[in-house]
């Protein structure tokens, strides 16, 4: 897991240029086969067009002073990427025109630069000098280097001279040396920096800032225990920093990145985008082999967390829509494929993506799609260990025909993750049905707080009760407490999908909260006579002591029927003053009894139902996201909380039905109520639980767990009511009829 330094030797970095993502030879290639290779070629075309207009409209690097969103950082965000587009276009295309552009307008901030303060916004832990944070200022360096390389033959030495003393090296050196926070840390943040450092030190051929990049700042002293603006430890004692540290700590051996797919996908980019260049210029690093593959492991591990549609999962701080179609996930799949093994499979998502980038991978790419030689990518059902060495849990991915479940019990993820082991979101043919609430934050929306994160982020989004999982005492996992959650993680028990009718994913927690212990079970069923495979919800708590429990319902979509009588409020109150309980308004509530609580609800003109066990002691609290908000920040999105008094130990157990559709064009609803007639407990004890559903036709199906042995050769026998059931492995499923 840990790098050992003496291993590795900077040495010479001596070639000519271009030399980081676009060589010499693919230049030669591409300029060969332009007009031959359709994708390439419109890519091509896009990217003239838009640098061709920006040039028309001439350079501008106005003085910073604008959150995310503002014109000034928004226009200094356009010109590194015009930058980096148009050095391409001149290596290509073979146009001075492009050079001296980017040599415009690097000089133009070769000027500013040097006299230019702290940016004026005080909000971030490591203020930049172009934008507000250093994290920006190091994605400005990661697409200006890129340029620069392009260029780079094309200025004299004097020009180069005047570009490095000004701008390169003082930028270099103020992202690292004089923000040692930012820079010597394990977090997205910091692989930005490492990688903006590393891309300059490669073109500059400077050994002694590569050496920083890849091993962080040596002898500096650092307070541990700090914080960033998320919450996060800034420095953790006994941690290692530079770029090899944060490919050892942040993945783990199944590419899984603990900060969850949407700070995965920005990530990426400068881990693949350095990683060329490393191999590149310096091959004998075999960076692209470095932890058993890991980097070519994680493009996999990013579109398995994509639904349907390609939208990763809102894990942790996730902004819901981002996909597979960003830029970042373009770069991903090219390079998974020219240094992986050209793996078919990806040629299917980069057909879908309709570009690639214009370089040696993506020239890859281009010439796979032209011959053909794609194979379709069919997301199977998967479980991603978390934790350097896949031992803190992880996240599992159900999947059977057009329905995805996704289930929780991940570490903390750092300082984006959320409080919500055990939780899960549910989707159908690419739709959000269950959901989970993501982030609360305007991303480069500069009307609501300057485009970052809102404090509603951190009072409602991060809080246990935005979640499907169990809330204790109103209060959520590890208190909120980043110092307590950081230091725990989910454990895995069970991921079986030996049998596509019956897909089983099982995790324990044990931490959230002191002297309870939480064992979720969560299975995919397929059989005879459901219309589609149906979810079955087992949560099993066991306390030391007496607590109220709480388990939330994010559905989406429209109330059709409950079948309990409920009393909707005249007056909307918040549910709590605390840990998100402050945002949730009570629009409802009803007694329940000793049965089956049924709620159906239609979302996407599709009908669902949620058919729950319940005692006459549980309530039901009808939500509404939005209350303790009074600029409007969050979704009023609805919710249902299932709640238990005065309990120690209990079962919640539910199944999820998708039963039907509606037609607004022939105004016809189809299969619109469900086909359980009741859901019972059969067994619990012994290490074991069982129950039974019964259908409106008269079948009925037990389904089986073991709580204590999840070995696949283990022999089973429970009595349930006079009828031995024998088994073997972990799980059974049983037809009564």
Known sequence: MFLVVATYSVGSMAQDHPKLILTQEGVKEIRAKMGNLPILDKTLATIKEEVDTAIEQGIDVPVPKDYSGGYTHETHKRNYRLMQKAGILYQLLDDYTYAV???????AYADLYPN???????????????????????????????????????????????????????????????????????????????????????????????????YG???????????????????????????????????????????????????????LIFAQALQNVKPELKVFEYNNNVLVKSVYALLDLSDMDGDFFPIN??????????????????????????????????????????????????????????????????????????????????????????????????????????????????????????????????????GNYLKENKTWAKQTVAHNTLVQDQT???????????????????????????????????????????????AIIQDT?????????VLQVESDRAHQYDLPFYYLGQLMTLNVPYKAEDTLRPLGGDFGYQHIYKEGSAQLTDDNLKFSWMANNKFYTLTSLATAKDSLIMGRVGASDPEFNLRRDPVLIHRKNDRSNTMYASVLESHGTYS???????????????????????????????????????????????????????????????????????NLN
């Not at 944070?133 to 390389?149: E, F, G, I």
């Not at 003393?165 to 050196?173: E, H, I, M, S, V």
């Not at 609803?669 to 639980?689: C, F, H």
């Open 101 to 107: 552009y980017v040599h415009e307008m690097l000089k």
């Open 116 to 214: 230019l303060p702290i940016h004026p916004k005080e909000r971030s832990y490591a203020r930049g000098k172009l934008f507000w944070q250093c994290l920006n200022d190091s994605n400005w360096l990661v697409y200006a280097s890129q340029a620069y390389d392009c260029i780079y033959d094309y200025l004299s030495k004097k020009e180069r001279k005047h570009l490095e003393k000004n701008l390169f090296r003082p930028f270099a050196d103020f992202i690292s040396i004089k923000n040692p926070q930012f820079f010597n840390r394990i977090h997205n943040h910091s692989t930005w920096g490492n990688v903006a450092v590393g891309m300059i030190a490669l073109v500059m051929e400077d050994d002694a800032l590569l050496e920083r990049a890849l």
């Open 217 to 271: 700042i040596k002898d500096v002293e650092l307070n541990t225990g700090t914080k960033d603006n998320d919450g996060g430890f800034i420095i953790e004692e006994g941690k290692e920093a530079g770029f090899y540290a944060n490919l050892d700590e942040p993945f783990s051996p199944d590419g899984y990145y603990t900060e969850g797919p949407y700070y995965q996908r920005y990530a990426m980019y400068p881990f």
């Open 317 to 450: 701080d996730g902004q819901k829509g981002m996909s597979y179609y960003n830029t970042s996930l373009v770069n991903a799949v090219d390079v998974a494929y020219y240094y992986g093994n050209k793996d078919p499979k990806l040629l299917d998502i980069a057909q879908k993506q309709g570009t690639v980038v214009l370089n040696d991978a993506g020239l890859s790419v281009a010439k796979g799609l032209k011959n053909n030689q794609q194979l379709p990518y069919v997301k199977k059902s998967i479980d991603l260990r978390d934790g350097p060495n896949g031992e803190e849990g992880g996240i599992s991915v159900l999947r059977k025909d057009k329905l995805e479940l996704v289930f929780k019990y991940t570490a903390q993820g750092l300082s984006h993750g959320h409080y919500d082991k055990l939780s899960y979101s549910f989707y159908e043919n690419g739709d959000e049905v269950v959901q989970d609430y993501g982030l609360a934050r305007f991303v480069n929306i500069e009307q609501k707080g300057g």
């Open 476 to 522: 959520s996992h590890f208190g909120a407490k980043y110092e307590v959650g950081s230091k725990n993680h989910s454990e895995h028990y069970l991921f079986n999908i030996e049998d596509p009718k019956i897909q089983v994913v099982s995790g324990i927690e044990k931490n959230a909260y002191p002297g309870t212990k939480m064992h979720r079970t969560m």
């Open 529 to 537: 006579g459901w219309q589609k495979p149906i979810v079955l919800d």
């Open 664 to 734: 607004p064009v022939t105004e016809l609803a189809v299969n619109a109520t469900s086909n359980i007639k009741k859901l019972y407990k059969l067994y619990e004890q012994d290490g074991y639980w069982a129950v039974g559903i019964e259908t409106v036709d008269g079948r009925t199906t037990v389904f089986v767990f073991s709580t204590l042995n999840n070995t696949s050769d283990k022999y089973h026998s429970i009595n349930i009511e006079g009828r031995e059931l024998k088994w073997k492995g972990p799980f059974t499923l049983i």
